[in-house]
T-cell receptor
Framework: AQSVSQHNHHVILSEAASLELGCNYS??????LFWYVQYPGQHLQLLLK??????LVKGIKGFEAEFIKSKFSFNLRKPSVQWSDTAEYFC???????????FGKGTRLHILP | NAGVMQNPRHLVRRRGQEARLRCSPM?????VYWYRQLPEEGLKFMVY????????ESGMPKERFSAEFPKEGPSILRIQQVVRGDSAAYFC????????????FGQGTRLTVV
């Protein structure tokens, strides 16, 4: 069965620090990849997505992610975080032969002001 | 264009009662997903539906849980004879197509079983 692994469950950073959240998936075929963010008390919002083409994807709020097929990875990055980035971040994968979107367990990011 | 609407936002049920969670997808979307979120466990896929059809229910518990998405009206996730372990946040998402499209999430329904 397909799975998504997020390496860090909790991350604490100071403002202006750089961020990289890891995401690996287990499936050898064609995939669609997503990062969602959930701010406290709110619903999930899409940060960015990858379907095909340029493996470096830019999303909202200065986030980007790089799809490395050989590593089955889709890590999320941001060069300089802000206090308002405090949230939970979910990596998600949809494989081409399946309908469901599989989510990782999430990474709680806490930014110190 | 209204987003995905879920109601109620909060639902309290006593053990043994039934819980009905409603989800109205975004306008024009005919694909609906239901997920359950428990602390520290992320979102667990439950079921994927198109209008009048259940496409994938591989994440649904075999008993007490059912889902539908009728031709008219919202999608319904129904939990019969609720138990304490059913307490969780239930999220609905909708998408425009079956492939190459993202899912848009609702605000969720937080079910508490007392």
């Amino acid at each position: 069965a397909q799975s998504v692994s997020q390496h860090n469950h909790h991350v604490i950073l100071s403002e202006a620090a750089s961020l990289e959240l890891g995401c690996n998936y287990s499936y050898g075929g064609t995939v669609n990849l997503f990062w969602y963010v959930q701010y406290p008390g709110q619903h999930l919002q899409l940060l960015l997505k990858y379907f095909s083409g340029d493996p470096l994807v830019k999303g909202i709020k200065g986030f980007e992610a790089e799809f490395i097929k050989s590593k089955f990875s889709f890590n999320l990055r941001k060069p300089s975080v802000q206090w308002s980035d405090t949230a939970e971040y979910f990596c998600a994968v949809k494989v081409d032969r399946d309908d469901k979107i599989i989510f990782g367990k999430g990474t709680r990011l806490h930014i110190l002001p | 264009n209204a987003g995905v609407m879920q109601n109620p936002r909060h639902l309290v049920r006593r053990r043994g009662q039934e819980a009905r969670l409603r989800c109205s997808p975004m306008k024009g979307h005919s694909h609906v997903y239901w997920y359950r979120q428990l602390p520290e466990e992320g979102l667990k896929f439950m079921v994927y539906l198109q209008k009048e059809n259940i496409i994938d229910e591989s994440g649904m518990p075999k008993e007490r849980f059912s889902a539908e998405f009728p031709k008219e009206g919202p999608s319904i996730l129904r939990i019969q004879q609720v138990v304490r372990g059913d307490s969780a946040a239930y999220f609905c998402a909708s998408s425009l197509n079956r492939v190459r499209t993202e899912a848009f999430f609702g605000q969720g329904t937080r079910l508490t079983v007392v």
